[in-house]
Every structure is written in structure tokens, then in C-alpha cells.
């Protein structure tokens, strides 16, 4: 069981608008450590999508924002495309850990 | 541009241990101002940290594995290892390298394309 909550599926539409949602607690996100999100395609590595809860890598399109409050963050794809298919990652700090992983989200472009 | 690149044997014994080495092109791993992580992933599953290493040697490492997991660094070759022992078949896993700066919840910003370890007699 992962130390932060995502669900397992998310889908949508091409040209819709889909969120992830990291849910965490006290002793991670709410302690105010930044959440990251990373973005796996199939038989890939993990590609850091988002950091510092908002902030977009060189190359990463602007439909990709990410956002924090409370012990949550989220992630948001607008002008959803069939290449965005993949498995989303929140990562973040814990008392118990310096890196925890979300269980991961699948995102399933209908 | 930074490359990570892990090697290693992709059958590893039960009770036996996994060694993988990771390889840092394009950068010094003796910059001093970064981690460098092992990170885990078994099929259809998400993403586990194992521990990670600075360049003088300082480690820290995930509780759940702590007892069995060494990672060490060798900055004449630009490389760090993992070690794991007493490998069962929870073990089977993707392994990947990966980098990141020495802050708290700093992301992993290069990863290494992963290596398949399969534990099976």
C-alpha cells in the first residue's frame, strides 16, 4: 500500500480535460514537501512531468499543470491526445522516507 | 545531457545476490551535488525507492529493505552499485538508476532505461 493515493484508472476523450489526484497526509504533502509527477509510457522509463508541485520541465507541453493544497495535489491534462496514454506518478517527501511514490494511475485516452 | 545506464545479470538465483552497476555518461557523479538512487518496479506495479548514495559515500536506504540493501559508489569509473541479498522472487523487478539534487522531496530528473531482474531457479 503506497504511502500516497491515487486512483488506479482515470479515461477521457481526446481534447478533454482529465485530473489525477495524489492524496497524502500530515507527515508528506501536508507537511508542505513539493509533489512531483512523472509520466510512464509502456516499456519506458519514468520521465519527470511536473515539479515543485507546478513547475513544467524544458519540453513538457503547457496542457500538463500540476497544483497543491492540503495533503493533496493533482495533476491536469487538457487537450487530451492518444499519445498521453500512459501511467501517471506522484513522488514526494515523508517523515518515514525521502521519497515516497503514488501507486500510480493509468490514463486510458478513449 | 546526462545518461544513467544499468548493467547486469537478468537471472538471479534465489537466496543469491543482485548486483547491478549504473553507469553516469555526460556528467561527474563527483560534482557533489547530487543523489544517485536505485529505484525499483515490479511488473504491473508502481515505483519503489531502495536507497540511494552521495559521492563521498553517505547512504540512506528504505527501511524495508535496509537489512539486505548496499549501494556503493566507485568515482573513478563514474558508476554506483546495488546490492541485494538474499533475493526472493518479490525481488523480480525492474531496476532503474536515476538522479536527483540534494534537497528534501527533490525530484528524480534522469533515470536510467531500466533492467529486468528476474529471480527464478
Do not use: M
Not at chain 1, 56 to 77: C, E, M, Q, W, Y
Not at chain 1, 95 to 104: E, I, Q, R, T
Not at chain 2, 59 to 86: A, C, E, G, H
Amino acid at each position: 500500500q503506497s504511502v500516497l493515493t491515487q486512483p488506479p484508472s482515470v479515461s477521457g476523450a481526446p481534447g478533454q480535460r482529465v485530473t489525477i489526484s495524489c492524496t497524502g497526509s500530515s507527515s508528506n504533502i501536508g507537511a508542505g514537501y513539493d509533489v512531483h509527477w512523472y509520466q510512464q509510457l509502456p516499456g519506458t522509463a519514468p520521465k519527470l512531468l511536473i515539479y515543485g508541485n507546478s513547475n513544467r520541465p524544458s519540453g513538457v507541453p503547457d496542457r500538463f499543470s500540476g497544483s497543491k493544497s492540503g495533503t493533496s495535489a493533482s495533476l491536469a491534462i487538457t487537450g487530451l491526445q492518444a499519445e498521453d496514454e500512459a501511467d501517471y506518478y506522484c513522488q514526494s517527501y515523508d517523515s518515514s522516507l525521502p521519497w515516497v511514490f503514488g501507486g500510480g494511475t493509468k490514463l486510458t485516452v478513449l | 545531457q546526462v545518461q544513467l545506464q544499468e548493467s547486469g545479470p537478468g537471472l538471479v538465483k534465489p537466496s543469491q545476490t543482485l548486483s547491478l552497476t549504473c553507469t553516469v555518461s555526460g556528467g561527474s557523479i563527483s560534482s557533489g551535488s547530487y543523489y544517485w538512487s536505485w529505484i525499483r518496479q515490479p511488473a504491473g506495479k508502481g515505483l519503489e525507492w531502495i536507497g540511494r548514495i552521495y559521492t563521498s559515500g553517505s547512504t540512506n536506504y528504505n527501511p524495508s529493505l535496509k537489512s539486505r540493501v548496499t549501494i556503493s559508489v566507485d568515482t573513478s569509473k563514474n558508476q554506483f552499485s546495488l546490492k541485494l541479498s538474499s533475493v526472493t522472487a518479490a525481488d523480480t523487478a525492474v531496476y532503474y538508476c536515476a538522479r536527483s539534487v540534494i534537497a528534501a522531496a527533490a525530484p528524480f530528473d534522469y533515470w536510467g532505461q531500466g533492467t529486468l531482474v528476474t529471480v527464478s531457479s
